[in-house]
């Protein structure tokens, strides 16, 4: 995929990663190009040939992510969108090894960590974290917050090595508390006491609560009335810029996933079907899929008619089709999509598309 | 009030005057909906728009009849082609359910029994409102499913519902809903567990039940865009109150309520600037029990002032030729400004207590 964000220009011919597809194709030059050519643009995060097969009765088996490549640099915004079932949320647990993929390759700040155990896995957890969907659920309700907070911070060594000091902690919930606009009075109570967009911001602190490097948001404002909704994508941004933060945010939402993201990857069954910065793709879409969805958006405004964008619903990922996975719903799909299966490459600069008859621009 | 008229042409096909739904709760009432009054025409669609708890799924399981908790009190009117449908006994109600007025929901998956295809289940309820051989009723399911775009319907039914997608299932339920033809379907968050692209489909096609059908529909919705796209007329809803009802070109146009404005302005926008900030509404709704004395809205408005603090809550207001909000500002001769575009900035309220069970930690967002 593509490299920097912040220079586009020397990405598509330098960096040989911009040719990784997630096809068959992209399996033999994978693993010569893990090492990070630079060590001032290294990614974050990178992802090679990832797949995640979950095995089915009856021999079947379903590959909720299939083969996919990207590269999350430090400091941006990785927008991850997708509709039910495109695997969005399995990429995300499985680039924070919560789930274990089947096959493929997770660095993180340069070391693979796809094979290694729990235990020499615990030091990297400090810097990477999740924040959930239901932010009832992944709050323990017979715990206070204070609690639910500090736990992180007595499992994991302080920065010198050594255990944190209780008036370490203390300190530390405090600055938490501060940073996600929570009294301090917060830490007595417990989860049911608070709304949800209340307990989203407690899930936030929980997560920076070891300073991390990489942020996983699977959701994060999915279950949230609108108005609250917007109060948290605006303490996500802030966080982001106060402490230079890097996020993969997982959503199914467009038009919250433009606001916060730096580049969005539009998943499909499974793979990435189209990446590039943001506008880019959401404004001039070159795959039919990414039009399609973002034709589909209800906009609050009222307007001539549109007509559903795609018929059909999306096929079940056990039987995956053949060719361009999109074929059986695209508007435009040709003989050639049916068979052959297209990778991702480049169509502008730092934007790929994995299709055979990308869009022109508008 | 109509209760005496005979249904005609003329009258609306729903005619909702204060309706009050109260739940005990510690010994005392909990009024959830307060004072809805609505009207909805042959053929409209009208949105019931609101956030969680705004009560606008309480408001349709009460004209339905469906509010058995014990202890509840219902109030006020509903005449239903002339009919009162508040305190109608279950018997004459269950004449009326699936024959004159359907109800889908938001989980297909719930409202259908998992033991019988989908076909058994549309037939059923065709048989128990009209006297049809297992044969025709068939027929007329296997009709129904193919107009509502179930692909290969005949097969289809005689699924069952684990088998078939989201959008299918959805597509089922109307089917099921429509079956006996009625003149009002309410359709509860009917596209809220679908896909978008799905979702767009599933609007289409209840955009399509007016002139193929002849229905009127109560779409109770969270999404301003879902009503945008869907409905004649919105009425807005907050904390049980409505804060606005109009034609949904003019309260979408120039928002007579301050919540209807700063919730359409919190919704990031897809196309045009992306704004630094989103602007969001500090605090969260009232818990019923915590609902202000006067306008429910006042602890997070912007334009909060003393007029809106005190009891009782500000009636509605006309804004429009058939836009009512119910705010004090247009009666004061200080109506909002149409609606801003993009980049429009809601400053912090000037009251910072919201009378949520904490003390405003969302304000400072």
């Not at chain 2, 509010?67 to 269950?94: C, H, N």
Request: proline share 10%; hydrophobic share 40%.
């Amino acid at each position: 995929m593509t490299g920097s964000p912040s220079s586009p220009a020397d990405q598509s011919s330098a960096d040989p990663v911009a040719q990784t597809a997630h096809g068959p194709s992209g399996h033999a030059n994978a693993k010569t190009m893990l090492r990070p050519t630079d060590t001032a643009t290294a990614p974050l995060l990178s992802v090679r040939d990832l797949s995640k097969t979950y095995d089915l009765p009856r021999g079947q088996s379903l590959k909720a992510v299939d083969g996919i490549s990207l590269d999350v640099m430090p400091g941006e915004v990785l927008g991850l969108v997708g509709e039910s079932g495109c695997g969005k949320s399995t990429l995300g647990r499985c680039l924070l090894r919560l789930t274990d993929a089947t096959s493929g390759q997770i660095l993180f700040e340069g070391q693979d960590i796809t094979r290694l155990s729990e235990r020499a896995l615990r030091p990297l957890r400090q810097r990477m974290q999740m924040v959930f969907q239901d932010s009832y659920a992944s709050l323990n309700p017979r715990r206070r917050i204070g609690d639910l907070l500090a736990e992180p911070l007595k499992v994991h060594p302080g920065p010198d090595g050594r255990k944190r000091t209780p008036a370490v902690i203390t300190g530390r919930l405090h600055d938490l508390m501060e940073l996600v606009s929570l009294p301090v009075t917060a830490l007595d109570r417990y989860p049911h006491e608070f709304s949800g967009g209340q307990r989203q911001r407690i899930n936030i602190a929980r997560a920076l609560a070891l300073s991390p490097r990489l942020v996983v948001a699977d959701e994060p404002v999915s279950a949230l009335d609108v108005s609250v909704q917007a109060q948290i994508v605006n303490l996500f941004a802030d966080l982001q810029a106060q402490l230079g933060l890097t996020y993969v945010f997982v959503a199914h939402d467009l038009a919250v996933v433009r606001q916060i993201s730096t580049r969005v990857a539009v998943m499909y069954l499974g793979a990435i079907v189209e990446i590039g910065e943001t506008d880019d793709v959401l404004h001039h879409p070159a795959h039919p899929y990414t039009a399609a969805l973002t034709q589909a958006v209800p906009r609050p405004e009222v307007g001539a008619l549109r007509h559903p964008p795609l018929r059909g619903d999306i096929p079940s990922p056990v039987a995956r089709p053949s060719g361009c996975r999109f074929h059986t719903r695209c508007p435009a799909v040709e003989d050639r999509c049916r068979t052959e299966e297209p990778t991702l490459q480049p169509v502008r600069s730092g934007h790929d598309v994995a299709c055979h008859f990308p869009l022109a621009a508008n | 009030m109509h209760a005496d008229t005979m249904p005609s042409p003329a009258l609306p096909l729903l005619d909702v005057r204060n309706l009050c739904v109260s739940f005990p709760s510690g010994g005392r009432l909990i009024p959830i909906v307060e004072n809805v009054s609505f009207t909805l025409a042959e053929q409209e669609i009208l949105g019931l728009v609101g956030e969680s708890g705004s009560g606008k799924s309480v408001t349709a399981m009460a004209l339905m009849g469906l509010i058995d908790s014990p202890g509840v009190v219902i109030t006020g009117s509903a005449l239903f082609r002339g009919q009162e449908l508040v305190g109608l006994p279950q018997k004459q109600l269950r004449r009326l359910r699936g024959r004159q007025i359907a109800m889908i929901f938001q989980d297909p998956m719930t409202a259908f029994t998992p033991v019988y295809t989908i076909g058994w289940q549309i037939d059923e309820q065709i048989r128990a409102h009209e006297k049809l051989s297992r044969k025709q009723a068939r027929a007329r399911t296997v009709q129904l499913l193919g107009e509502m775009g179930v692909p290969d319907p005949a097969r289809t039914a005689d699924r069952y519902p684990h088998q078939l997608s989201g959008g299918l299932r959805q597509r089922a339920m109307i089917a099921m809903a429509l079956s006996c033809n009625p003149a009002l379907l309410i359709a509860d968050e009917p596209t809220t567990a679908l896909d978008v692209t799905v979702q767009a489909q599933i609007l289409d096609l209840i955009r399509n039940l007016r002139t193929s059908h002849g229905s009127s529909v109560l779409l109770i919705t969270h999404d301003m865009g879902v009503v945008a796209e869907t409905c004649d007329a919105t009425l807005v809803l907050y904390s049980g109150r409505v804060a606005e009802t109009g034609p949904t070109a003019d309260v979408f146009a120039r928002p007579g309520h301050p919540y209807t404005t700063a919730l359409l302005a919190s919704i990031p926008p897809l196309y045009g600037a992306r704004p630094d900030r989103l602007p969001a509404i500090a605090g969260a709704p009232p818990a019923p029990l915590h609902r202000p004395a006067g306008c429910a809205f006042g602890p997070r408005c912007q334009f909060v002032h003393t007029p809106c603090l005190a009891a009782p809550p500000p009636a509605l207001f006309a804004v429009g030729p058939s836009q009512a909000a119910a705010c004090v500002l247009p009666a004061e001769g200080t109506p909002l400004p149409p609606r801003l575009t993009e980049g429009a900035v809601v400053t912090a309220p000037v009251s910072s207590q919201p009378p949520a069970q904490f003390s405003s930690p969302e304000a400072q967002s």
